[in-house]
Every structure is written in C-alpha cells, then in structure tokens.
C-alpha cells in the first residue's frame, strides 16, 4: 500500500510545461520524485523551468507539426529507452463569432490539441510500451477540457470540438492500448489559472463564483492528485475514462 500511489523513478513526458496546467504537472510529478521532460516552444522558459524542478529536464520543442513531433521523440530517444507517462497537455484556443472564424485559426486549434496527443503517442509508444508491465502499466493521460464536455457560454468552436474529439481518442487509445499495459486517460479541467486562462479580473472571479459549485478555481494540487492517481500503480485498472476536475462545473 504505501508505493501504490508512487511515481518515484518513473519517467515522464508534459507537453506544454512551462506554464499553467502543464506546469502543475511538472511540478508534482518532479516533486514526487519522477523523472521529467519538459517539452514548450520557448527554449528559455523550458531552461528556467528545469533549474526550479530538481529531476526534470528541459526538452524544447514544437509539437504543433509532425516534424516537431518527430524531432521530440527523437531528442528524448537520445536520453530514455523507457516512457512511463505521457501527458499530452499543451493546447490552445481562439474565441472567434462563428462567421468569423478562419481556416487557419481553425488548423492551429485542432493540430494543438487533437492531432498532436496522436502522433505524440504514436512515435512515443514504442517507449511507453518498454516502460510497461502488467502489473504497472505506463500511462497516456490527455489534458481535455470541461470546453469538450458540454458547450459553455464562449464561442470556441474549434476549441470544444477539438477537446471532444480529445476525449473520444482517449477511448479508442485505451481499448486498443490496454492488452499492452499502456492506459489512456483524459482529466477535463474546469478554471485553472493560466496564461491561456488568466483568472485575475473581478469578472472572471464572478464568472468562477456563479459556475463553479465548489466556488474556487483549481490549483497545482488538484491537477497533481488525479495526475499521480493516473500514473502510478493505484490507477492501473482504470483507462478510458475522461475525468472532470472542475469542482463540479460540468454538473
Ligand atoms: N487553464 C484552464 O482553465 C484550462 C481549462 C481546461 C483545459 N485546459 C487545457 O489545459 C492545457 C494547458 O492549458 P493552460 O491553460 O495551462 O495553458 P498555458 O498557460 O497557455 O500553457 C500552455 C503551454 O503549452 C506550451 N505550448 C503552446 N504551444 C505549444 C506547441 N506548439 N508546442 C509545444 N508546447 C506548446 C506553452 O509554452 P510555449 O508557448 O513556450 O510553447 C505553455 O507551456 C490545454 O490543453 C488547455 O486546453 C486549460
């Protein structure tokens, strides 16, 4: 009982953790004694993060294209032969009124954050796979949204569509992934500050009184417990499922 929540020597992989969500998980994961490659566009801001997280290391890289993605697989190959958790969190959004949405904002959307947690698990799986047992199996977890559980008030169209369809690839991952030991989860964050999401203004601190019944935003230990749920051997039998950690804002 007392490892079963345990990541200590695990090797782990956060997309987008230089900041927000991405670095809420960074920082329980690396204080819980895992290893972590921290991927972000921003090579400085991945430097900086290492030196604050003992344990991680900086892994700049744009993971918006397939070349990107190949170029991260192929720099954490240089360093690891084992992968035992993936989370696939960076993304992005536009709000934009629906006669007014282009192609392009559109494509940026939806590559972030549906086409990359594909091919991320693809080119990582051969990794992941090594890092697996049946008694532990190594981890997927995709950074979904409560944007992707049911439509809010804001006009995202490609955000929502693109974290539904997230959450639907969690499925399909986890049903043909489990008989190699790999589980694929979504956690679907609600208010959680971040640059993508500042929560400073009186007017989203209403907006977080009114919709949230829990009556906060989340925090680095919200994403840091159902992360360490996932990733170590107390959530081995779960897979497949998309988990809301939103203080019931999805209700
Ligand atoms: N915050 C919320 O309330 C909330 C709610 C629901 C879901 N989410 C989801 O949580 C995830 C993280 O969001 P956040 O709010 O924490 O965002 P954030 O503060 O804007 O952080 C985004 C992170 O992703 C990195 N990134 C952006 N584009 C990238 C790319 N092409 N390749 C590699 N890294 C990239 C950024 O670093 P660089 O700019 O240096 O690349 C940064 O580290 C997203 O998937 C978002 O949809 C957030």
């Given at each position: 009982m007392s490892d079963l929540f345990s990541v200590k020597g695990r090797v782990a992989l956060v997309t987008g953790a230089t900041s927000g969500i991405g670095a809420m998980a960074a920082t329980a994961l690396a204080g819980a004694g895992a290893r972590v490659y921290l991927v972000g566009r921003d090579a400085e801001s991945c430097a900086s993060t290492a030196e604050a997280l003992p344990g991680s290391v900086p892994l700049p890289g744009d993971v918006s294209t397939l070349a990107g993605i190949d170029a991260v697989a192929a720099e954490f190959g240089r360093h690891e032969k084992r992968l035992h958790l993936l989370v696939n969190n960076a993304g992005t959004l536009r709000d934009a009124p629906l006669d007014d949405v282009s192609e392009a904002e559109w494509d940026d959307v939806v590559d972030l954050n549906l086409k990359a947690p594909f091919f991320l698990a693809q080119r990582l799986l051969p990794a992941l796979r090594a890092g697996a047992t049946p008694e532990d199996p190594a981890a997927v977890v995709n950074v979904g949204s409560v944007g992707g559980l049911r439509v809010g008030p804001r006009p995202t169209y490609s955000y929502a569509a693109s974290k539904a369809g997230l959450h639907h690839l969690t499925r399909s991952l986890a049903k043909r992934l489990a008989p190699e030991h790999v589980t694929v989860n979504a956690i679907a964050p609600g208010f959680f500050p971040s640059r993508l999401a500042p929560?400073?203004?009186?007017?989203?601190?209403?907006?977080?009184?009114?919709?949230?019944?829990?009556?906060?935003?989340?925090?680095?230990?919200?994403?840091?417990?159902?992360?360490?749920?996932?990733a170590s051997r107390a959530g081995a039998f779960v897979t497949g499922t998309v988990l809301p950690v939103d203080g019931g804002m999805s209700l």
């Open positions: 929560a400073d203004s009186p007017e989203v601190q209403r907006a977080i009184a009114s919709s949230v019944p829990r009556g906060r935003a989340g925090n680095g230990d919200d994403i840091g417990g159902v992360l360490l749920f996932l």
